[in-house]
């Protein structure tokens, strides 16, 4: 019989000798609280106590915890266990140990851990890494080129939803403004306002630790308004626009998180822009055939 069973069988008998009484002073060793009888199981002391030990992440543990593990005398899958808490007393019994001795230790060993501590698992999601928000919103200013005509300025509002660790959707109201165009062939000048919402596919990770990079791709509509001055009669006209979005996201801490975009904006149906001339005709400037927005503001996570 292995060390400790009879003074196991007696603890768990509910039975406390003086000696134990002195001892519930000081911490036991996994070594003194486990007994195993192997019977006809793989089952090795030493080796159960290693899993439960790494399970725990200690190797000690409350002067009144003691464990007694027994195999089945005929069933090699067999094994029973008993673990009392001083004066309380618990068992749980397998029938269908995993058929590998490893696999058999690591689930036994397992279960006496959840038995004496049911944190165990706890400590290990806390131990792991942390996972993404759910949501990040985002708040953003930058500039562009040829989104509208010329150069212009902006920003862009945000909603990121995390699906995987390497995949989001993400919703985006951006708007871009640029002044004082022009029409090639006339002296006026106009304005022009982009409004638009996007929805996006961005996949991506952490290469560079703290530094998350992802590449998203989408589609967005909305509407772009034009207000023509110094024209002989001068008036403003709002027409439909439809786009493709896709660029790089970078996020960051800097204090707090922060995110950078740099987008290229595809229209696919955009209105161009006119000046009539009367009964000389009208001329036109066509929409970009590419833009490019780039924008910087702060993320909030939840």
């Known amino acids: 019989m292995r060390r400790l069973l009879g003074s196991a069988?007696?603890?768990?008998?509910?039975?406390?000798?003086?000696l134990h009484a002195q001892a519930a002073e000081h911490e036991r060793t996994l070594t003194d609280a486990i007994g195993v009888v192997k019977g006809a199981t793989c089952l090795d002391e030493q080796r159960l106590?290693?899993?439960?030990?790494?399970?725990?992440?200690?190797?000690?543990?409350?002067?009144?915890?003691?464990?007694?593990?027994?195999?089945?005398?005929?069933n090699?899958?067999?094994?029973?266990?008993?673990?009392?808490?001083?004066r309380e007393t618990r068992s749980r019994r397998f029938d269908r140990l995993p058929a590998g001795c490893d696999d058999a230790h690591a689930a036994l060993g397992l279960a006496i851990a959840?038995?004496?501590?049911?944190?165990?698992?706890?400590?290990?999601?806390?131990?792991?890494?942390?996972?993404?928000?759910?949501?990040?919103?985002?708040?953003?200013i930058g500039g562009g080129h040829e989104v509208v005509p010329g150069y212009s300025l902006g920003g862009m509002v945000g909603v990121?939803?995390?699906?995987?660790?390497?995949?989001?959707?993400?919703?985006?109201?951006?708007?871009?403004f640029s002044w004082n165009q022009s029409v090639a062939g006339t002296t006026g000048a106009f304005d022009a306002l982009l409004v638009a919402a996007t929805l996006r596919a961005c996949v991506g990770g952490e290469p560079l630790g703290d530094v998350r990079v992802e590449l998203c791709t989408g589609a967005g509509a909305g509407a772009i308004h034009s207000q023509g001055e110094h024209?002989?009669?001068?008036?403003?006209?709002?027409?439909?626009?439809?786009?493709?979005?896709?660029?790089?996201?970078?996020?960051f801490v800097l204090g707090?998180?922060?995110?950078?975009?740099?987008?290229?904006i595809v229209p696919i149906y955009a209105p161009a822009f006119r000046v009539d001339r009367g009964s000389n005709g009208s001329l036109?400037?066509?929409?970009?055939?590419?833009?490019?927005?780039?924008?910087?503001?702060?993320?909030l996570k939840f």
């Open 9 to 18: 069988l007696i603890a768990l008998a509910g039975s406390l000798s003086p």
């Open 49 to 74: 106590e290693a899993e439960v030990r790494t399970w725990l992440g200690r190797d000690r543990v409350a002067p009144n915890v003691r464990v007694l593990v027994r195999g089945d005398a005929a």
């Open 76 to 86: 090699p899958s067999s094994v029973e266990f008993w673990i009392s808490h001083g």
């Open 114 to 140: 959840l038995a004496i501590d049911a944190n165990v698992l706890r400590r290990f999601v806390d131990l792991g890494p942390e996972s993404r928000p759910i949501r990040e919103v985002t708040f953003e």
């Open 160 to 176: 990121e939803h995390s699906i995987f660790d390497w995949l989001s959707a993400r919703a985006d109201v951006l708007a871009s």
């Open 231 to 251: 024209y002989t009669v001068s008036h403003g006209a709002t027409g439909a626009w439809v786009g493709a979005a896709s660029g790089l996201r970078l996020s």
């Open 256 to 264: 707090i998180p922060w995110v950078v975009d740099l987008d290229m």
């Open 284 to 299: 036109y400037r066509e929409p970009s055939p590419a833009g490019v927005l780039v924008d910087l503001g702060p993320a």
